[in-house]
Structures are given as C-alpha cells and as structure tokens.
C-alpha cells in the first residue's frame, strides 16, 4: 500500500478563493510528522507546513493550514485567499519514527490560480 | 531562498557514463540527504549523510554513492548511468534534531539528462 496518497491531479481554483488540496497516508508508527511542500516550476521544495501526530491542534502558517484527522489518516492542505502565486505543485509528505529523518512524498497536486 | 546550493543545474549524459552531482548544505546544518524525482512523481529517498557518514538508504542500487566533507557540503554519484537514471535530483539539508520534526530544506536541483 502507498504511504502518501494524494488523489487530486489537478486543481483549479480562482484567485483569492480557498483551496483544499487532500491528503491520506498509511503508517504503523505512533510518532510520525506529516509535511506539506510546494514545488514552483523552479525546481526547488519549498516547505510550507508541519504537523506532529501527537501534536493536539492542527498546524497553521500564514494562509496554510494543515487539517489533520488522526483516526482517518488524512491531513489536508487548506490555502485560503489564494494568490496567483500558489500555483505549482504541492507534495505531502511523512517522516516515520523507525525512519531516520527519511521523507516519504506522494506523487503531488498540481494546483492553477485563475485571475 | 533556502541557502542549499546544487551544481550543475542541467547536465546531459550517456548511458554507460558517470556523473557526480554537488551540493552545498545552509549554514548550520549537518545532514545531507538526496532524492531522485522522476518526471511526474513525487521525490524517492536515495540516501542520507549524517556527520560524513552513510545513516540510511533507499532502494537504490550501489552505483549511486555518495560524499559528505568536514564542511558538511556533498556529492551524490553515479556509475554506469542508465536511461531511467533521467530525472530531477534534489539535495536537502537538515539540523539533526527530533526524529519526526526535523524540516528539510531542499535545492533547486540538478537536472540530469541520460541519452
């Protein structure tokens, strides 16, 4: 079974309006972190926000917001106000307690910001 | 900008070729870790250094190997190329600290080209 599951390919939203983009993953471990990056056309993985899973209150930065369901192993991306900037490609992923600091990555959201 | 640094940005190889990629970490940090991210995927864990030794490994074969120096920068290399040796190889650099919070912060990448 994957780990990281992201089922959205794509994801079309119009500028200044909310987006969630979703999230489900598979692990035996107690104590894992779930990540979100961003990947511009640049290349580069730019981290966004983290979430532990002991960790009581769902994670927030900025206009990211991670919602986190424990007993349904899911934890999605909330960008609200969503600026033509946001558009790129959106990875979640975990690290394992029994995994080194090793990231496991889904296969990605590709998200478009219309004007 | 994340201050880990990858050289070359784009490189064209031929099968059978070697090539070594190079990787600065930021400032501070003291694990290096490379991934592979094939077109349309998410990035798969190769290898992880860890004060300039090997702490962990994916499913990769031994032809991809790896250096990490006193200054904490890093090569990822590979012998005998293949043609699905073809993809994005990202470096991330990170502070040793909690096993499941510890952040990666990621490179641009080199983009690696196998004819």
């Known amino acids: 079974a994957q780990k990281i599951t992201q089922t959205q390919p794509g994801m079309f939203v119009q500028e200044k309006e909310a987006v969630t983009l979703d999230c489900t993953y598979d692990t035996s471990d107690q104590s894992y972190g779930l990540f979100w990056y961003k990947q511009p056309s640049s290349g580069e993985m730019i981290f966004l926000i983290y979430q532990g899973s002991y960790d009581e209150q769902n994670a927030t930065e900025g206009r990211y917001s991670l919602n986190f369901q424990k007993a349904r192993k899911s934890a999605n991306l909330v960008i609200s106000a969503s600026q033509l900037g946001d558009s790129a490609m959106y990875f979640c992923a975990m690290r394992e307690e029994s995994g080194y600091s090793t990231l496991t990555f889904g296969k990605g959201t590709m998200l478009l910001v219309s004007p | 900008e994340t201050g880990v640094t990858q050289s070359p940005t784009h490189l064209i190889k031929t099968r059978g070729q070697q090539v070594t990629l190079r990787c600065s970490s930021q400032s501070g940090h003291n694990t290096v870790s490379w991934y592979q991210q094939a077109l349309g995927q998410g990035p798969q864990f190769i290898f992880q250094y860890y004060r300039e030794e090997e702490n962990g490994r994916g499913n990769f074969p031994p032809r991809f190997s790896g250096l990490q120096f006193p200054n904490y920068s890093s090569e990822l290399n590979v012998n005998a190329l293949e043609l699905d040796d073809s993809a994005l190889y990202l470096c991330?650099?990170?502070?040793?600290?909690?096993?499941?919070?510890?952040?990666?912060?990621f490179g641009s990448g080199t983009q690696l080209s196998v004819l």
């Open positions: 991330a650099s990170s502070l040793r600290g909690e096993r499941t919070n510890e952040k990666l912060f």
